[in-house]
C-alpha cells in the first residue's frame, strides 16, 4: 500500500495546481483596449491598471489627422474588447476602422458630454452644443482634452465602457477613475493658479495649428494659431500675413512649437512678427517614454511650464 501511495504523493500537487489553472476567471487574462491615438491610450491605461493591455494606433509624437490606418490595426480593431475613439471628428477614420473590421462592441467615443467649443472663424472661438457632433460638417473643434476638466470627463466615459465590457473589474475601473480624476482635479487647479500670476495682456501666445482653444477657455490664454484644427491644412498667405500682423499690433510675447507640426511656419510667423520663440508644446500627442510628456499628466505639465517661461520672459 505504501509503495503506491509513494507515487500519487507526487500526482496530487500536480492535480491542485491543474484544477486552479482550470477555475482561473476568465478575465485573467487581460482586456484588450485600442486606443485612436497616444493621450487617449495613456487614460485608457491609468483606468484600466492591470487588468487592460493598451494599444494606440497613433503613437508618441505621431498626428492623427489624416492618419491611414493599415491593414495590421484593422486586425487588431477587429479582435479587441473595446476600442475608444476621440470622437467629434478628429479620429473619425477609427470609427469606421471599427465598422469595417467587425469591432466586439461599439466603438467608446470618450468625449461624450463635454461642452464642446466652435472651430476659430477669424480670431473669435465661439461655444458649441453638447459633444458627439462631426467635425468636419459642424466646426467643433475636436482638442477637448486640453481642458483638464474634460479629460476627467473622458476618464468616467472609459470607467463606465470598461466596466460594460468587463462587470468583473467594474469596481476597480471605477475606483482607478475617480483616484485619476481627484489627481487631476488637483493638476486643474495647479495650471489655473500658475497662469493667474502672469497679467492677462500678456496671455497672448502663437501656436503651429488651433489646438489650444479649450485650454484657452479654462485658463484664460489667448491663442492664435497659423493653421486651423487640422495641421494638416495650409494657411493662405493672406492669413499668414494677417496673423503677423495681429501679433504686431497686440505685442504677443511668444511663439510655440509643437510636436507634430513642422515648425518652419511657425519660425517664419515669428520671426516677421517680433515674438520670441517659447519652446516646444505637446497638442495631439504624447512624447516618447524617455520625454517630457510621456503621459497626459506630464504634458499638462510640460506645456505649463513652457507657457510660463514664455510668457514671464522679460516681464
Known amino acids: 500500500m505504501r509503495k503506491l501511495l509513494r507515487p500519487l504523493r507526487h500526482v496530487l500537487p500536480l492535480a491542485v495546481l491543474f484544477l486552479a489553472a482550470a477555475l482561473q476567471p476568465a478575465h485573467a487574462q487581460k482586456m484588450d483596449v485600442v486606443a485612436s491615438f497616444s493621450i487617449l491610450g495613456d487614460l485608457a491605461a491609468a483606468v484600466g491598471g492591470e487588468r487592460v493591455t493598451v494599444h494606440s494606433l497613433v503613437g508618441p509624437d505621431q498626428d492623427a489627422h489624416g492618419f491611414q490606418p493599415r491593414p495590421s490595426d484593422a486586425r487588431r480593431v477587429g479582435a479587441a474588447d473595446l476600442v475608444i475613439a476621440n470622437g467629434l471628428g478628429f479620429d473619425a477614420w477609427m470609427e469606421r476602422l471599427a465598422r469595417s473590421a467587425g469591432a466586439k462592441r461599439p466603438v467608446l467615443i470618450a468625449s461624450r458630454g463635454i461642452r464642446t467649443l466652435e472651430t476659430a472663424h477669424e480670431e473669435d472661438h465661439e461655444e458649441g452644443h453638447e459633444g458627439g457632433h462631426d467635425h468636419g460638417h459642424h466646426d467643433v473643434d475636436p482638442h477637448a482634452w486640453q481642458d483638464v476638466a474634460n479629460a476627467i470627463i473622458y476618464v468616467r466615459n472609459i470607467a463606465d465602457a470598461l466596466a460594460a465590457a468587463d462587470p468583473e473589474g467594474a469596481a476597480l475601473y471605477r475606483a482607478n477613475a475617480e483616484r485619476y480624476a481627484a489627481e487631476l482635479q488637483t493638476l486643474d487647479a495647479e495650471i489655473r493658479n500658475a497662469l493667474a500670476t502672469v497679467p492677462p495682456q500678456r496671455r497672448k501666445v502663437v501656436t503651429s495649428h488651433d489646438a489650444f482653444a479649450y485650454f484657452g477657455r479654462a485658463y484664460g490664454v489667448r491663442f492664435l494659431a497659423a493653421h486651423g484644427v487640422a495641421s494638416e ?13 495681429q501679433i504686431r499690433a497686440e505685442q504677443v510675447p511668444a511663439a510655440f512649437l509643437e510636436n507634430v507640426v513642422d515648425p518652419r511656419l511657425v519660425e517664419r510667423i515669428r520671426s516677421e512678427g517680433g515674438a520670441r520663440l517659447g519652446g516646444t508644446l505637446y497638442s495631439d500627442a504624447l512624447s516618447a517614454g ?7 499628466v506630464a504634458l499638462m505639465r510640460h506645456n505649463l511650464a513652457t507657457l510660463l517661461a514664455g510668457l514671464r520672459a522679460e516681464e
Do not use: F
Not at 495650409?234 to 494677417?242: C, L, T, V, Y
Not at 524617455?290 to 497626459?296: C, I
Open 290 to 296: 524617455d520625454g517630457p510628456a510621456s503621459t497626459y
Open 233 to 245: 491644412a495650409e494657411p493662405s498667405a493672406r492669413d499668414i500675413a494677417r496673423l503677423i500682423r
